[in-house]
């Protein structure tokens, strides 16, 4: 967003203080599993699936997403689906299209809004943000906290809040996507060491830090 702002506007950069966003302290809580089986039994999530959280708007790159279910056809990926939680399918005909024409209706479900997120990344094998532009990207270290491994677009801010963390991918590949997918579920290598590193990455996004940066922010403008 720092260098949107210097390439549309003639600003000192001295003059922009980037400050992170934290993650809610609910994240890196111990879970209650009694909690994640009643969401499990509510969704009837008794599947393995890979997850993205958020709107559907073009930029999120949902139908890149969907799309790269076309290289998951081969067992084991064949039996994981993909659950997109914040948003109805009903409200978007561009997307309900393109999974009919790909035939994966019974592959890609839409929850809607979920009211207690950290359970469904609990269940999830895998999350991913495939976004074109992000000003941030919070969900990706919810995941993180959690304790849930991370597939991320190398575009727009998710590189600098990702890190080494999470696998980077180029979102306009599908292939790409998917063989990152393959990875994490063939690999228990990496995916432990992708766990392992998300939890750090995450332990570095403290709400405490911001609001202490802030302060120090109006701090110097006061004298």
């Known amino acids: 967003t720092k260098s949107d702002i210097l390439k549309h506007f003639k600003l000192n950069p001295d003059k922009i203080e980037v400050i992170y966003n934290g993650v809610d302290d609910k994240f890196f809580d111990k879970i209650d599993y009694r909690r994640v089986k ?5 969704y009837q999530l008794d599947y393995p699936f890979i997850l993205y959280a958020g709107n559907v708007r073009p930029h999120k790159n949902l139908s890149g997403l969907i799309n790269c279910f076309d290289e998951l056809i081969e067992p084991p990926f064949n039996k994981y689906r993909l659950v997109i939680a914040g948003y109805e399918l009903a409200r978007n005909k561009t997307l309900r299209r393109l999974i009919s024409k790909k035939n994966l209706q019974n592959r890609v479900r839409f929850l809607g809004y979920i ?3 950290e359970y469904l990344y609990k269940l999830a094998e895998i999350f ?7 000003g941030f990207g919070v969900s990706i270290l919810e995941a993180m906290a959690i304790g849930t491994p991370v597939i991320a677009s190398n575009k727009s801010a998710l590189p600098e809040i990702a890190g080494e963390a999470a696998i980077l991918v180029d979102p306009y590949n599908s292939i790409e996507i998917a063989d990152s997918i393959k990875k994490i579920i063939s690999d228990k290598g990496a995916r432990a060491k992708l766990i392992k590193m998300g939890k750090d990455r995450a332990c570095e996004f403290k709400w405490e830090e911001s609001v202490r940066r802030l302060i120090d922010v109006y ?3 006061l004298k």
């Open 115 to 117: 009211t207690q997120v």
């Open 38 to 42: 009643r969401m499990k039994e509510r």
């Open 128 to 134: 991913i943000n495939p976004s074109l532009y992000e």
């Open 219 to 221: 701090s110097e403008i």
